[in-house]
T-cell receptor, first 116, second 107 residues
Framework: SQTIHQWPATLVQPVGSPLSLECTVEGTSNPNLYWYRQAAGRGLQLLFY??????ISSEVPQNLSASRPQDRQFILSSKKLLLSDSGFYLC???????????????FGPGTRLTVL | DAKTTQPPSMDCAEGRAANLPCNHS???????VYWYRQIHSQGPQYIIHGLKNNETNEMASLIITEDRKSSTLILPHATLRDTAVYYC????????FGKGTRLHILP
């Protein structure tokens, strides 16, 4: 069966510090991968998605970046965190099915980031 | 922007059926209706999806109107563990989450 991991689970960082959040998927190959952010009291916002190694699409311009160095590894980074970067960050994967079948996304446990 | 509208909150008595409505009047013919839920401080959990026909699985049933402009998620016997925010999504290419419905299960 497929599993998705995120770490760390919680993180407190000062403004201006760098960030690296990691997401890995097990039990599947060539998945689509996604990064979402959920700010307090708000819905989920898609930040990045990737359909393959080195292929990253950005949905929202910001001071965050994403990379996919390996097939089942997705990393969210920042060089300098802002207060507004605080939130709940979720990684998701989908099988990337083609044709008529739709592509269900499955979410990881999330990382709660607090920027002080 | 989300293509769906949902009531912000609902209450349901424990053991009763919870019926969560969703309007998606601008949905296109190839957009699936998806439902996820998010229990506090956890990632969203997939529940069910459908295109035209009603669907049922071990978690819930999904009733889609014939004109596909609205749908209802039914949790047949709600328990306290079903307390969560429920998201209705019209999926074409990417998932766009709205604010969902906060379901409170009353003991």
């Amino acid at each position: 069966s497929q599993t998705i991991h995120q770490w760390p689970a919680t993180l407190v960082q000062p403004v201006g510090s760098p960030l690296s959040l990691e997401c890995t998927v097990e039990g599947t190959s060539n998945p689509n991968l996604y990064w979402y952010r959920q700010a307090a009291g708000r819905g989920l916002q898609l930040l990045f998605y990737s359909v393959g190694i080195g292929q990253i699409s950005s949905e929202v311009p910001q001071n965050l970046s994403a990379s996919r160095p390996q097939d089942r590894q997705f990393i969210l980074s920042s060089k300098k965190l802002l207060l507004s970067d605080s939130g709940f960050y979720l990684c998701a994967w989908s099988p990337g099915l083609a044709g008529d079948e739709t592509d269900t996304q499955y979410f990881g446990p999330g990382t709660r980031l607090t920027v002080l | 922007d989300a293509k769906t509208t949902q009531p912000p909150s609902m209450d349901c008595a424990e053991g009763r059926a919870a019926n969560l409505p969703c309007n998606h009047s601008t949905i296109s013919g190839n957009e699936y209706v998806y439902w996820y839920r998010q229990i506090h401080s956890q990632g969203p959990q997939y529940i069910i999806h459908g295109l035209k026909n009603n669907e049922t699985n071990e978690m819930a049933s999904l009733i889609i109107t014939e004109d596909r402009k609205s749908s209802t998620l039914i949790l047949p016997h709600a328990t306290l563990r079903d307390t969560a925010v429920y998201y209705c999504i019209a999926l074409d290419d990417k998932i766009i989450f709205g604010k969902g419905t906060r379901l409170h299960i009353l003991p």
